[in-house]
């Protein structure tokens, strides 16, 4: 997709520095309550302007053209941006709630970490500046709002509406979507790695491609949705809830029968790759596989991976997980009383419910000449109702971790 700038529309209102200014000064003592007047910015050329921080909020930018524009940190809550240019521009960590973004166009834009809570983005009518100074709807259908290729990385799009939204090869990696509608939309190639999809309307929706893993699609409309190549291997969803959706060639958690080799001969290959210090056996891999329900035991699965692997109920009672990789693995329910997860990556993981009494979540020391901590991973871990008794989180990883409110070690 090309990201060269559409040509300058004559009627577009030009707009120099100094006049900006002024119109951003008396809007910010608006805001404030102070003498000022409200940013009439309408169909404003403001490409490749720095807005970066500025109080935009409630600001009427109808039609207005941001390519390329900063507007990093900035504040356009509540914001009029209909059918406004805003592709490749850079609205990371910007306030946009309640925003009104219908027939927007914001291909390729920057919106990571960007508040979206309640913002309208649905498809909208074309509006074109007249002759007379003022804009009109012009006499063509509504337009799509644009968001192909864009950043969405840990964005909030809580309640959002995106109804008919184009979003293709958008990457939406940990975006919060709970509640947010989303039919019709196209999603093909979408990267949603870990993103909240609780109770979210993708009636229709096309996800054709995408990528879902470790997301939480728990109590998700989906009927009539695409899920066409789609991947969900460690993805949280109802069964019920998919059965009207289009789930061709769906990639999900391969059956224990599937590997090619017995659990057995894996486990005990494993245990002699520790034993040999990788001169001997295979390192077990046991990721993408379900192992829901299974009894491990105090299995030696020290540095083993198990990416996205479905552990729900198993029983992990004791067992040795040092340096194992979990991340996006699914051990709701599970039981890893008394193991050794000393190291062990568990970001993205869904832990919810799950007996971690005992457990020893501490780092372990690495090094040959210098030893260095290396602290357990639970980056973004969903811990709600997890029994973690005489588990000491103090030195742990709980970057954005969900469920440890109250819990030793967890951030204030």
């Given at each position: 997709m090309s990201c060269a700038p559409a040509p300058v529309s004559p009627l577009l209102r030009p707009m120099d520095r100094d006049r900006l200014d002024r119109i951003l000064d008396?809007?910010?003592?608006?805001?404030?309550?102070?003498?000022?007047r409200r940013a009439q910015l309408a169909f404003a050329d403001l490409s490749g302007v720095d807005l970066a921080g500025r109080n935009l909020r409630d600001a009427d930018l109808t039609?207005?053209?941001?390519?390329?524009?900063?507007?990093?940190?900035?504040?356009?809550?509540?914001?009029?941006?209909?059918?406004?240019?805003?592709?490749?521009?850079?609205?990371?960590?910007?306030?946009?709630?309640?925003?009104?973004?219908?027939?927007?166009?914001?291909?390729?834009?920057?919106?990571?970490?960007?508040?979206?809570?309640?913002?309208?983005?649905?498809?909208g009518p074309v509006l074109v500046l007249d002759?007379?100074?003022?804009?009109?709807?012009?006499s063509t259908g509504d337009?799509?709002?644009?968001?192909?290729?864009?950043?969405?990385?840990n964005a909030d799009l809580t309640r959002a509406r995106l109804t008919n939204a184009l979003l293709l090869q958008a990457s939406m990696v940990d975006a919060r979507l709970t509640g947010a509608r989303l039919a019709r939309s196209i999603l093909i190639?979408?990267?949603?790695?870990?993103?909240?999809?609780?109770?979210?309307?993708?009636?229709?929706?096309?996800?054709?491609?995408?990528?879902?893993?470790?997301?939480?699609?728990?109590?998700?409309v989906t009927a009539g949705a695409v899920f066409a190549n789609a991947?969900?291997?460690?993805?949280?969803?109802?069964?019920?809830?998919?059965?009207?959706?289009?789930?061709?060639?769906l990639k999900m958690p391969r059956l224990?029968?599937?590997?090619?080799?017995?659990?057995?001969?894996?486990?005990?290959?494993?245990?002699?790759?520790?034993?040999?210090?990788?001169?001997?056996?295979?390192?077990?891999?046991?990721?993408?596989?379900?192992?829901?329900?299974?009894?491990?035991?105090?299995?030696?699965?020290?540095?083993?991976?198990?990416?996205?692997?479905?552990?729900?109920?198993?029983?992990?009672?004791?067992?040795?997980l040092?340096?194992?990789?979990?991340?996006?693995?699914?051990?709701?329910?599970?039981?890893?009383?008394?193991?050794?997860?000393?190291?062990?990556?568990?970001?993205?993981?869904?832990?919810?419910d799950t007996d971690l009494e005992g457990a020893r979540l501490t780092p372990v020391q690495l090094g040959t000449t210098v030893l260095r901590p290396w602290p357990v991973d639970l980056s973004r871990a969903r811990l709600a109702g997890a029994r973690l008794g005489q588990t000491d989180l103090r030195q742990a990883d709980l970057t954005e971790t969900r469920g440890v409110e109250g819990v030793s070690g967890a951030a204030e």
């Amino acid at each position: 997709m090309s990201c060269a700038p559409a040509p300058v529309s004559p009627l577009l209102r030009p707009m120099d520095r100094d006049r900006l200014d002024r119109i951003l000064d008396a809007h910010e003592a608006f805001s404030a309550g102070r003498p000022g007047r409200r940013a009439q910015l309408a169909f404003a050329d403001l490409s490749g302007v720095d807005l970066a921080g500025r109080n935009l909020r409630d600001a009427d930018l109808t039609g207005a053209r941001l390519f390329k524009a900063r507007l990093t940190g900035a504040d356009l809550a509540r914001a009029a941006l209909r059918s406004a240019d805003l592709r490749y521009s850079h609205l990371d960590n910007a306030a946009l709630q309640r925003a009104d973004l219908r027939g927007a166009s914001l291909d390729g834009a920057d919106l990571t970490e960007a508040s979206l809570v309640d913002a309208d983005l649905r498809d909208g009518p074309v509006l074109v500046l007249d002759g007379d100074g003022g804009w009109r709807q012009a006499s063509t259908g509504d337009t799509n709002t644009q968001l192909n290729n864009s950043r969405l990385e840990n964005a909030d799009l809580t309640r959002a509406r995106l109804t008919n939204a184009l979003l293709l090869q958008a990457s939406m990696v940990d975006a919060r979507l709970t509640g947010a509608r989303l039919a019709r939309s196209i999603l093909i190639h979408a990267d949603l790695t870990g993103a909240e999809l609780f109770e979210t309307d993708m009636t229709g929706a096309d996800l054709t491609g995408a990528c879902l893993d470790g997301a939480d699609l728990t109590s998700a409309v989906t009927a009539g949705a695409v899920f066409a190549n789609a991947s969900l291997h460690g993805a949280v969803y109802d069964k019920s809830a998919l059965a009207g959706a289009r789930l061709a060639n769906l990639k999900m958690p391969r059956l224990l029968a599937a590997m090619g080799a017995s659990l057995a001969k894996l486990l005990i290959d494993h245990e002699d790759w520790i034993d040999s210090n990788g001169r001997r056996g295979a390192r077990a891999d046991l990721s993408d596989i379900d192992l829901s329900g299974i009894d491990l035991t105090g299995a030696q699965l020290s540095g083993a991976l198990m990416k996205r692997t479905d552990l729900r109920a198993a029983d992990l009672t004791g067992a040795r997980l040092i340096l194992a990789d979990l991340s996006l693995a699914d051990l709701r329910g599970a039981s890893l009383c008394g193991s050794d997860l000393r190291g062990a990556r568990l970001r993205r993981a869904f832990l919810e419910d799950t007996d971690l009494e005992g457990a020893r979540l501490t780092p372990v020391q690495l090094g040959t000449t210098v030893l260095r901590p290396w602290p357990v991973d639970l980056s973004r871990a969903r811990l709600a109702g997890a029994r973690l008794g005489q588990t000491d989180l103090r030195q742990a990883d709980l970057t954005e971790t969900r469920g440890v409110e109250g819990v030793s070690g967890a951030a204030e």
